[in-house]
């Protein structure tokens, strides 16, 4: 695609119930970033990836959170029994690694509400 | 650790007219980058600017402009001739190599009266 795709753009679950969220990156860009975003805050990392792996994830909060990306390619994130603070804005950004002004382009986000 | 603040939390400006927001962030580090993103009721960031480190010389893209001061870790976005379509939240971001995990600040609200 043109851009980065997330999906669901909106998820409404009940506590304690798994969710996976979906991003499909930029088609060629070896880079893929999770960011949260809670309500009237700043973006807060979560994961890198460079390729299929992670190098860098220091910002899952807890064993709850956990990711992977298949084929260097799509990436989902995986909350178990969810709870009310899960709730929120969660971005997905792609990026080539490696070249002069590099720009982490932006899904649309997942909102997640845990009810 | 990187740490980037807004100390702004809203602003408003009448259009037409410019607009400051500014930035701060904290490092030990000598080369680095920044940016400034949008964020639109869409919720998808869009790259307004960025700057790196070692260039003196202050970003410029079309009505926007960054001042940033290496020295006092400051890097403030200038909006001249604001429209309403540059209503949106604003966040100040830090990357310390090129490709590596952006640090976000908490963001100012932007509005634009007509």
């Known amino acids: 695609g043109a851009g980065v795709s997330q999906s669901p753009s909106n998820k409404v679950t009940e506590k304690g119930k798994d969710v996976e969220l979906r991003c499909d990156p930029i088609?060629?860009?070896?880079?893929l970033y999770w960011y949260r975003q809670s309500l009237g805050q700043g973006l807060e990392f979560l994961i890198y990836?460079?390729?299929?792996?992670?190098?860098?994830k220091s910002g899952l909060p807890s064993d709850r959170f956990s990711a992977e990306r298949t084929g260097g390619s799509v990436s989902t994130l995986t909350i178990q029994r969810t709870q009310q603070e899960d709730s929120a804005v969660y971005l997905c950004?792609?990026?080539?690694?490696?070249?002069?002004?590099?720009?982490?382009?932006f899904g649309q986000g997942t909102r997640l509400t845990v009810v | 650790a990187q740490t980037v603040t807004q100390s702004q939390p809203e602003m408003s400006v009448q259009e037409a007219e410019t607009v400051t927001l500014s930035c701060t962030y904290d490092?030990?580090?000598?080369?680095?980058?920044l940016f400034w993103y949008k964020q639109p009721p869409s919720r998808q960031m869009i790259l307004v600017i960025r700057?790196?480190?070692?260039?003196?010389q202050n970003a410029t893209e079309n009505r926007f402009s960054v001042n940033f001061q290496k020295a006092a870790k400051s890097f403030s976005l200038k909006i001249s001739d604001s429209q309403l379509g540059d209503a949106a939240m604003y966040f100040c971001?830090?990357?310390?190599?090129?490709?590596?995990?952006?640090?976000f600040g908490e963001g100012t609200q932007l509005t634009v009266n007509p």
């Open positions: 950004a792609s990026s080539v690694v490696g070249q002069a002004n590099t720009e982490a382009f």
């Open positions: 088609s060629g860009h070896t880079a």
């Open positions: 990836f460079q390729g299929n792996s992670a190098p860098d």
């Open positions: 490092t030990s580090e000598s080369d680095y980058y």
């Open positions: 700057q790196e480190a070692y260039k003196q």
């Open positions: 971001a830090y990357e310390e190599t090129s490709g590596s995990r952006l640090t």
